[in-house]
């Protein structure tokens, strides 16, 4: 069964409306003869006008052809039956003769001029819903959620084929434009570069970027008659046309060139030349999505580098200072103790070990933050989410922070989140290192609390909170977001401490986790820095 706007595109008069007009053209005009007779009319005009009347209804129903058949039937019957002498195809009367004539003009007219105008109509009606087509076709190139495989099936109902597909290739045939070609799916295809069941055009060596296919049932060979509940379009992409392909270019019915080395071909449909005219349009507004899908795909390798490019540029620009300094302490350091004209005390030697060993954890961090930033964003990080409790990670995160800093006070009995351990206590580390280096003299706050109160939710669910508190300079609102960005320090004198990497791996697996890490300002003054994970369902391992 075909489609609407296929059955408007293809017949706009079907060979049922046409057999209709005939049947009609043969028995209307006696009806309306007797009809006249039975009423007790003798005037041959009234014959005439009658006539007339049924010729123009059946030039409505049927189009030209029926009409002028109707047109020449009322004719002989006005001549047998109204024209003297009566019972014969013979007219006595000139007058007669005169009236018969200009009614057949009349009536062959009125046939022209009515199917010309419904001609007029339908192919202003067809017109119309081209138009109407096409507009909807050029908002769907432009639709931001349009892809290549909708396009395709779209083509593939409006046309009633049995598959449309994307070929792209250097070859003869994705040069033929508006081409038929014989033969369809199930042909033999000998002489088209390979046969159409192997499904590969030797000949034009194209490789099939999309597919839009209505399948028959399972097991049914391509090209069969499928019942309509067993259609639906399925697709393959980026898939080389393969031995049991039904579908290759050879055997496309029609072919229509969309770029340079790109087609688009029909199979098991014939199309007229109306249809390959809009088909000409589709592959327009093909080739205007294909070039939108290239120009964000380019913009998108674009951001790309130009971020790789910010990042390696804040990489050299921050990480000279933060390397440059440790291994600067590490080799005076090493090269002190290394002297043999000098004897250190125990005490100096400590101290110098003690420096070293200073210089090469920050060194570690820097590395472990570097690589983390990396993972974050390659997309390379997986967490294996347990339920935890805040208890568990805060005392192993604080292994590296000075005891008498950090106060905390996380209330017993706390429902637990869900989160990684090793992620969750490289977040509370650097959390807390930040709050330390950039509040100096002042003491820091670890609390916690449950959701419940509206405020904490992660995605509509409700989250433990995790509060780290400080009382220093803080961070304007202005510069809360730009905090989070990777090689961002809003302290840049020499002196700071970092290479700006801390806050944005913290929020990075915050978020990774399917957590929320937020700033708030600190009554008084002071940046609070707040984690956010969902409650956990699961029971706390042991």
Same mark, same amino acid.
């Given at each position: ?61 049927? @189009? ?30 000139? +007058? ?7 009614? %057949? ?24 819903? +081209? ?15 349009? /892809? ?43 002489? !088209? ?37 067993? =259609? ?41 030349? =109306?249809?390959? @005219? ?83 954890? !920050? ?25 935890? !409790? ?40 650097? %959390?807390? +290192? ?18 419940? /109160? @509206? ?13 780290? %508190? ?6 304007? =609102? ?32 915050? +978020? ?31």
């Amino acid at each position: 069964m075909v489609p609407a706007a296929r059955r408007t595109l293809v017949a706009p008069v079907g060979r049922a409306r046409v057999a209709a007009g005939c049947a009609i053209a043969l028995v209307l005009p006696p009806l309306l003869e007797l009809a006249v007779f039975s009423v007790g009319g003798s005037l041959l005009a009234v014959d005439v006008l009658f006539q007339i009347a049924g010729v123009i209804a059946v030039a409505l129903i049927g @189009g030209l052809w029926p009409a002028l058949l109707a047109a020449l039937w009322s004719s002989i019957i006005l001549n047998y039956t109204s024209t003297e002498p009566f019972g014969s195809l013979e007219i006595s009367e000139a +007058e007669n003769v005169a009236t018969v004539l200009i009614f %057949i003009a009349v009536a062959v007219t009125v046939s022209l001029v009515v199917g010309l105008s419904a001609r007029r109509s339908r192919e202003a009606a067809m017109a119309q819903q +081209e138009a109407a087509l096409l507009g909807d076709l050029a908002r769907g190139a432009l639709a931001e959620e349009d /892809t290549l495989q909708g396009f395709l099936r779209h083509v593939q109902a409006q046309f009633d084929a049995d598959a449309v597909a994307l070929f792209a290739g250097a070859g003869d045939g994705g040069s033929a434009e508006g081409r038929s070609v014989g033969g369809g799916p199930a042909d033999g295809g000998a002489g !088209r570069g390979g046969s159409a069941g192997q499904g590969h055009d030797q000949r034009t060596g194209m490789e099939r970027r999309a597919l839009a296919v209505r399948p028959g049932p399972e097991g049914s060979a391509a090209g069969e008659p499928v019942r309509r509940q067993d =259609r639906q379009d399925r697709a393959v992409r980026r898939t080389p046309a393969g031995p049991a392909d039904p579908w290759p270019i050879g055997a496309a019915t029609a072919v229509e060139q969309v770029g340079d080395d790109v087609s688009l071909a029909l199979f098991g449909t014939t199309l007229s030349a =109306r249809e390959r @005219g809009l088909l000409r349009a589709f592959a327009g507004q093909l080739r205007a999505l294909l070039q939108r899908q290239e120009l964000l795909a380019s913009t998108r390798t674009n951001r790309r580098l130009v971020e790789g490019n910010v990042m390696r540029t804040a990489i050299l620009r921050s990480v000279s200072h933060d390397l440059r300094t440790p291994l600067a302490g590490i080799k005076l350091a090493v090269s002190s103790l290394r002297r043999a004209d000098v004897t250190f005390s125990q005490e100096d030697e400590d101290e110098l070990l003690a420096t070293i060993e200073d210089y090469s954890d !920050r060194l570690d961090a820097l590395v472990n933050n570097l690589l983390d930033m990396s993972r974050i964003s390659g997309d390379a990080v997986n967490p294996h989410l347990r339920p935890l !409790r805040w208890t568990d990670v805060v005392g192993p995160a604080l292994a590296n922070v000075p005891g008498d800093r950090v106060y905390v006070a996380i209330p017993p009995n706390l429902p637990a989140v869900d989160a990684d351990p090793g992620l969750l206590e490289r977040v509370v580390a650097n %959390i807390v +290192e930040n709050a330390v280096k950039y509040a100096p003299g002042s003491a820091v706050e670890i609390t916690a609390s449950a959701g419940g /109160t @509206g405020r904490a939710l992660v995605n509509g669910f409700p989250a433990g909170e995790l509060r780290v %508190i400080d009382h220093g300079r803080g961070v304007s =609102r202005g510069d809360v977001e730009a905090m989070f960005r990777p090689f961002q320090r809003l302290d840049d004198a020499p002196s700071g401490a970092g290479v700006g990497l801390g806050l944005a791996v913290a929020k990075g697996f915050t +978020e990774v986790m399917g957590g929320m890490l937020d700033a708030e300002q600190t009554p008084g003054g002071g940046l609070t820095l707040v984690i956010r994970l969902p409650i956990s369902t699961g029971a706390v391992e042991l």
